[in-house]
């Protein structure tokens, strides 16, 4: 039998772990879920070679001694599956929203050595894409500011973020981003880091920007409130793992 590490099992975006840790439950996991779940997807994932699969349902009742997680908890905690798991569940969701060709409507079929799909109709191959959002720490005067989105967790303060647009740099998303939604502009923007977030194929790309002009003046339909935060004394922001935790608290 492969060993737990060599198989992921997601259910609803979650990891379906060994509980009390953060080892891949494993193949007698899977054969206990699949005596009440079907199998959304099922493949392995290149170049790692491992095997990750897709139940339906939500992400609750796992089988005795498991759990299901959050990627979060694996980021935060530095596991050694995190990277494996967070490009497992990426492939998952592409795989999901592309099972037909977009230029003919044709079924995809694995490709043959690549990690791709092909059209079994006309030919044309279909690779996993990212979406690039950038996500940034604004300074001013020993503060940074933090905003509570509309349309996330009412109660949790987090930076600015967005996506890139075709035709614009990072740098420039970042300054539209933030003159968009708080309506102040940024000079100098420094890139700190990126990450990968499977939800469903983002890559977060962190930077910490120098205000430079204007008040606050909040898009209404983006944010529900932002205010300049000492770091000694934040608010709810969120949980270790993140980017947004990484750049807010300078780790």
Not at 31 to 56: H, M, N, S, W, Y
Not at 76 to 94: E, Q
Not at 212 to 217: Q, V
């Amino acid at each position: 039998m492969a060993p737990a590490g060599n198989l992921f099992v997601f259910g609803d975006g979650q990891l379906l772990v060994r509980a009390g840790g953060l080892e891949p439950a494993g193949a007698d996991a899977l054969a206990e879920l699949r005596k009440t779940r079907a199998a959304l997807d099922d493949f392995i994932v290149r170049p790692q070679g491992v095997r990750a699969v897709g139940v339906t349902g939500a992400a609750d009742d796992p089988p005795a001694g498991c759990e299901w997680t959050r990627l979060r908890t694996l980021l935060g905690a530095d596991s050694p599956h995190a990277a494996t798991a967070c490009r497992a569940l990426g492939l998952l969701n592409w795989r999901a929203a592309h099972r037909f060709c977009g230029a003919c409507g044709g079924p995809l079929a694995e490709h043959a050595t690549e990690t791709a799909r092909t059209c079994a109709a006309c030919g044309r191959t279909e690779y996993p894409g990212l979406a690039p959002a950038v996500i940034v720490r604004v300074e001013k005067e020993g503060k940074i500011l933090l905003a509570r989105h509309v349309q996330r967790i009412p109660d949790l303060w987090t930076c600015l973020a967005g996506y890139v647009e075709l035709g614009e740099s990072l740098e420039d998303c970042v300054r539209r981003e933030v003159k968009e939604e708080a309506g102040i502009e940024v000079g100098e923007v420094r890139y700190v880091a990126s990450q990968h977030w499977p939800y469903p194929n983002q890559m977060m790309v962190g930077f910490v920007a120098q205000w430079k002009a204007g008040e606050l003046k909040l898009q209404p339909e983006e944010l529900a409130e932002a205010r300049w935060f000492d770091p000694a004394e934040l608010p709810k922001i969120p949980p270790r793992g993140s980017m947004a935790w990484r750049l807010i608290c300078g780790g």
